[in-house]
């Protein structure tokens, strides 16, 4: 097995040590967070089939990265000796802050490309979770695929939260997010197939604009319903070792002054909050702050 993951915030070990880790009765069973990588990343692929292998390196590569992160129930129960409880609406997030290449220099800048790829992947994680753990049945998939660290690549991106770019910059990561789900989306109902009913997702991108080929094979893809959800991951984010939660600001010295004035950084969190609505199938969630709401763990 290769070691990739790399730990910097002593919360995230306390947390995945705590929560995260496998143990059966005295027995330690992870005994690395690669480990633990790897086995929900084992039974996540299981649906592949033949291709097994190659999405089960894919999925545990994003893990170990922090590029992704799959719902805290599949990180607890996936590959144990404890079922895994039903799965109506699995949740994943993507760790947007790190596609910021050349962070805290002028040439910095996100890579909307790569961070729409993650998205797709996190689209078919998502699938596999529902084929092997989601209720039975001809019913269409909802997902509830989000962000964890915009916050963080505002920062990275050398803008303050409450500049006034900062809601485009995270609309523009909504959309990256929510066009890399739909091809994820739309290439699994083209090989897996869809329901002969059902809503699917052409209502939801009525208003985006979609390309007339996209929008045809969004009337099609009757296997998803919903997407992109974008609402508090607390777990997840101080896992990806103190990862903003959501929408949330990076912790820096400026904000934590914004913290103290009041109403500022409010404004900034309902300004960016508005600007990713439109793009996202959910309505979007206020945030708690990663840290507060993990504390206690160890």
């Given at each position: 097995m290769t070691l990739l993951t790399r730990f910097t915030d002593p919360q995230a070990v306390d947390l995945w040590d705590s929560r995260f880790r496998w143990r059966s009765g005295d027995r330690l069973c992870d005994r690395t967070i690669d480990a633990t990588w790897q086995r929900v990343a084992e039974a996540l692929a299981a649906p592949e089939g033949n291709d097994g292998a190659y999405w089960r390196s894919r999925y545990a590569f994003a893990f170990g990265s922090w590029q992704i992160l799959p719902d805290p129930r599949l990180l607890r129960h996936a590959g144990t000796d404890t079922p895994v409880p039903l799965l109506t609406e699995p949740r994943a997030v993507v760790n947007a802050g790190l596609f910021v290449s050349d962070p805290h220099t002028r040439q910095a800048r996100?890579?909307?490309?790569?961070?729409?790829?993650?998205?797709?992947?996190?689209?078919?994680?998502?699938?596999?979770?529902?084929?092997?753990?989601?209720?039975?049945?001809?019913?269409?998939?909802?997902?509830?695929?989000?962000?964890?660290?915009?916050?963080?690549?505002?920062?990275?991106?050398?803008l303050a939260y409450t500049s006034g770019r900062s809601p485009s910059v995270a609309q523009a990561i909504a959309r990256s997010l929510a066009f890399g789900c739909l091809h994820g989306a739309l290439q699994l109902a083209e090989e897996r197939g869809s329901p002969a009913s059902g809503v699917g997702l052409a209502s939801l991108w009525m208003h985006r604009g979609l390309p007339a080929s996209l929008a045809e094979a969004a009337e099609r893809d009757r296997r998803h319903q919903s997407l992109t959800r974008i609402e508090p991951q607390p777990e997840l984010a101080c896992l990806a070792n103190g990862a903003s939660d959501a929408l949330e600001p990076a912790r820096t010295p400026e904000t934590t002054a914004l913290e103290r004035e009041g109403s500022g950084l409010q404004l900034a969190t309902r300004a960016i909050r508005a600007a990713v609505q439109p793009w996202i199938d959910?309505?979007?969630?206020?945030?708690?702050?990663?840290?507060?709401?993990?504390?206690g763990v160890g």
């Open positions: 996100f890579d909307h490309k790569r961070f729409g790829s993650a998205a797709a992947l996190a689209v078919r994680m998502l699938d596999d979770a529902a084929m092997a753990y989601g209720p039975s049945g001809d019913q269409p998939l909802r997902f509830g695929i989000g962000v964890i660290g915009v916050g963080d690549a505002l920062d990275r991106l050398g959910a309505p979007v969630c206020a945030s708690t702050q990663a840290r507060g709401a993990v504390q």
